[in-house]
């Protein structure tokens, strides 16, 4: 697999205006072959989403689903801090599906549906795993690397 990718990414520089993006939550374990220079050659660390961020993700869930007026975005924000996005929306899910398991018949999803949800999720992303990714990223960083585009680094 791994001689297959360097060979397809080894033959992208014939096409013009490509641009190969690549994610990973583990970039310790990427094989030296696929940074060299024409290759992945640049790394960008994404964070975890930040408090706007898990509002707009939040937003986007709740539109999905009849809902309280106290169940808001800002509020799932506020205790989701340190969740990734992927998380967010679980915690959104599974609100919903504490709702009807309640009541097959319940018009709107409530803030104790979100409390429950909320029990069963902690955090995924640690403030030590922030800082190691950073440091990673330090690390690894090319000396005359341009920034990154803000696009590039927005949330998961």
Request: hydrophobic fraction near 45%; proline fraction near 7%.
């Amino acid at each position: 697999v791994l001689g297959q990718l360097l060979s397809e990414l080894d033959g992208m520089h014939a096409l013009q205006q490509v641009v190969v993006i690549a994610a990973t939550n583990r970039p310790d374990l990427i094989d030296p072959a696929m940074l060299r220079p024409g290759r992945i050659d640049r790394m960008v660390y994404v964070g975890p989403p930040d408090a706007k961020s898990r509002s707009e993700i939040a937003k986007i869930q709740l539109r999905k689903m009849a809902h309280a007026p106290e169940v808001t975005p800002e509020a799932i924000s506020a205790r989701t801090k340190g969740f990734s996005g992927a998380e967010v929306v679980a915690v959104c899910q599974r609100a919903a599906t504490h709702a009807m398991e309640e009541d097959v018949a319940a018009e709107r999803v409530e803030q104790r549906h979100f409390d429950q949800a909320l029990r069963a999720f902690k955090p995924g992303i640690t403030e030590e795993m922030v800082r190691w990714y950073q440091a990673y990223e330090n690390q690894t960083a090319a000396p005359a690397a341009a920034p990154a585009p803000a696009a590039a680094a927005t949330a998961q």
